[in-house]
């Protein structure tokens, strides 16, 4: 028996034992099955039905039957936005106020605190069968992990990234990368089924054994695709190779005119200014050209594949009856990233065939200013580019077709969401731990009226990078940087400071934005690293 048969036995066998208790079947009472849907690094513009040539036709039909919401944030980096999405609460509050590792105060501790709840904690109370498939990355410690927060079936990556082919560290600083299922360590070996079709799998498995329960399902479904290393299966990569030799100025102008033209952003708003330290396309050599068409051909495949999955899951859901009654919702955990690991003394170098497990490289600035069209900067910033999302939430006959929403919304928003339509009031306790109040507003408003709107104000930081945005008002500065003031309504690309034509209204955001700091223990980053 060879490594790769012997965990998919386990795999198979872990199922076969882990089926929901009869006794706690119930009524679904119109309970709606929930799919909740997060990709990883993957930019603002890199689906079709947001802007994008990569072919995502899965994704592409929720958009086109359902909701899409235009001006919707994450939190700017995995671990915050995964806090965020699952708790309902700002990164700090839960404990996750940058990334796994322990800082020293509540807010940056690096895994949820006892005061905050998972959706799927409380989605059990109401009878649902909870199920997560793919990164967990909200701590490493046992009461954080995905069997301990609520979930009956689980195959969780603990920390960030893996190569997609096997489970062998990606650093060579003594981080390593685990997997858990039902948590129990696992590993996954060379010749592993690709990461992002192994997550599919055991969530298709996982609704498997429990479509004949009466009582509702709810999948937490977390891609570590488009997460660096770039590395895709040779039939996508073939797909995409030689697609982008008209360079990144080309591709950032061709998908600014489609999100144009689909109505997700505004003609007033200007394509924001190449990435300062990308090169002009036409003066890089035609090795160079291929090199870099090579490596974003991988990361197009990734994407692809990921929508190639999705379509196995909804075909699953259909398949078993429960396509009318379910709720998909999809969106990204950052901006399109700008990481550059090749240059990163602490990652392992790997630098065989592109794309494969012999390769560990990321698509670099270049190209993450391309997915991030037409916005500036990448992930960990609290410019547009690190934190505006593509959003999609599909509900057949709860949700018009071909919806666009412009209503400013938070990833704290998805939680209150799903409480609302599970028919659950968000508990002042739970396992006799006091809850932190949620701070999102629920998105069900929007599913039969997407022009409504309403006033919201959110906040951004993460070492050192801060940001408020209150209406069409956004502040915002990097780490060590001043603060920078624009006007969303015309100018969403950030590309026009009014920071000293209106310098009161600095002060007026800047003294809101310092109280909420304060409220949710912001420290200083240069004190804390």
């Not at 700002?90 to 800082?103: F, L, N, R, T, W």
């Not at 073939?238 to 952003?265: F, H, P, Q, T």
């Not at 075909?315 to 009856?321: E, H, L, M, P, Q």
């Not at 209150?416 to 701070?439: D, F, M, Q, S």
Request: with cysteine.
């Amino acid at each position: 028996m060879n490594k790769n048969t012997s965990f998919w036995i386990r795999l198979v066998w872990a199922l076969a034992v882990i089926s929901p208790m009869p006794g706690l079947a119930q009524k679904q009472s119109g309970k709606p099955n929930i799919v909740l849907i997060l990709a990883d690094d993957m930019g603002f513009s890199d689906l079709g039905s947001f802007g994008s040539e990569i072919n995502t036709p899965n994704l592409d039909k929720l958009a086109q039957e359902g909701l899409r919401i235009t001006q919707f944030y994450n939190s700017g980096r995995c671990c915050p936005s995964r806090a965020a999405l699952l708790t309902g609460l700002y990164p700090h509050q839960a404990g996750v106020g940058d990334m796994v590792q322990d800082k020293g105060t509540p807010a940056y501790q690096g895994y949820l605190r006892k005061n905050s709840a998972t959706i799927a904690q409380l989605l059990k109370t109401a009878g649902y069968n909870t199920i997560a498939s793919g990164k967990w990355h909200v701590g490493l410690v046992p009461s954080a992990w995905a069997v301990n927060r609520g979930f009956d079936q689980s195959f969780t990556m603990q920390n960030n990234g893996s190569s997609y082919f096997n489970s062998e560290p990606l650093y060579n600083d003594g981080r390593t990368v685990t997997f858990q299922l039902n948590g129990r360590e696992i590993q996954r070996y060379d010749t592993s089924r690709y990461l992002t079709q192994a997550i599919t799998d055991f969530a298709v498995e996982a609704i498997d054994r429990v479509k004949d329960q009466q009582n509702p399902f709810f999948l937490y479904l977390a891609y570590n695709a488009p997460h660096w290393p770039i590395q895709a299966l040779p039939e996508d990569i073939a797909r995409y190779k030689g697609k982008y030799l008209l360079g990144w100025d080309a591709l950032r102008e061709a998908r600014y005119r489609k999100l144009v033209s689909l109505g997700i952003i505004q003609k007033e708003w200007k394509l924001s200014p190449r990435y300062e330290k990308a090169p002009g396309w036409n003066t890089l050599s035609a090795a160079e050209k291929d090199k870099w068409d090579t490596r974003m051909a991988i990361y197009a495949a990734m994407i692809d594949r990921m929508d190639q999955c999705i379509g196995q899951l909804l075909d699953k859901v259909k398949a078993i009856g429960r396509e009318r009654n379910t709720l998909v919702i999809f969106l990204s955990d950052n901006g399109g990233s700008g990481d550059t690991v090749r240059e990163w003394n602490y990652v392992t170098q790997k630098t065989g065939e592109p794309g494969s497990v012999h390769s560990i490289d990321s698509y670099d600035p270049p190209w993450g200013n391309a997915s991030n069209t037409p916005f500036r900067l990448f992930k960990k910033n609290t410019h547009e580019g690190g934190i505006a999302s593509p959003f999609i939430a599909w509900f057949p006959g709860k949700i018009r077709s071909n919806a666009l929403s412009t209503q400013v919304s938070h990833i704290t928003d998805v939680m209150p969401t799903l409480l609302e339509l599970a028919g659950i009031r968000y508990p002042e306790t739970l396992a006799n731990e006091k809850l932190t109040p949620l701070v999102g507003n629920s998105l069900t408003p929007l599913f039969q009226q997407p022009q409504a709107t309403q006033a919201k104000t959110i906040f951004w930081e993460h070492e050192g990078s801060r940001a408020i945005r209150k209406a069409d008002w956004k502040l915002v500065a990097e780490i060590n940087q001043p603060w920078e003031l624009y006007d969303l309504k015309t100018d969403r690309s950030e590309t026009v400071n009014l920071a000293g034509r209106y310098p009161q209204k600095v002060k007026e955001l800047e003294k809101e934005y310092l109280e909420w700091a304060a409220k949710v223990g912001v420290v200083d980053w240069n004190t804390i690293k």
